[in-house]
């Protein structure tokens, strides 16, 4: 039987799977303010008192904000998807229409040097790794051709 997909490591709700995923934030419905993921305590807002969130989707698609390699063994709970660590790059990407920047991997095979700042990156789902039972799925980026 092969492994069951589920989101990887308490990223439970944060996106979806569909042909084309989303990363699901939450918007104030008092003053509009957009998050991801959901903040613990209501709106962000400093101006703003409300403690109402509404799940929402986001854009796939954003511009590379910032952007770094992981040269490093990330610490627990990382898990080492193959027998030993290998350089993966992660990028603040600015969301086109929220203008909220996120956090995230990039797809595999993209190094640093084929990045730059403002270039157009798109939301997948991949496989972050596999267990006996579970496909451990999170969201990455890849560069739009």
């Known amino acids: 039987m092969p492994p069951t997909p589920a989101p990887a490591l308490g990223a439970d709700g944060w996106f979806t799977t569909d042909p084309e995923p989303a990363l699901v934030g939450h918007r104030c419905p008092a003053c509009g303010t957009v998050a991801f993921p959901r903040p613990p305590l209501g709106c962000p807002n400093p101006a703003c008192g409300s403690d109402e969130l509404e799940p929402t989707p986001l854009s796939r698609r954003g511009r590379i904000w910032s952007y770094t390699d992981a040269r490093y063994q990330p610490p627990p709970p990382y898990v080492v998807p193959g027998a030993e660590h290998v350089p993966f790059c992660i990028v603040a990407v600015e969301l086109e229409a929220e203008k909220v920047i996120v956090l995230g991997q990039v797809v595999a095979g993209v190094t640093v ?16 790794f596999t267990d006996d039972e579970t496909e451990h799925q999170i969201y990455k980026w890849r560069p739009v051709a």
């Open 113 to 128: 040097d084929g990045l730059a700042l403002g270039q157009e990156v798109e939301l997948v789902v991949d496989t972050l």
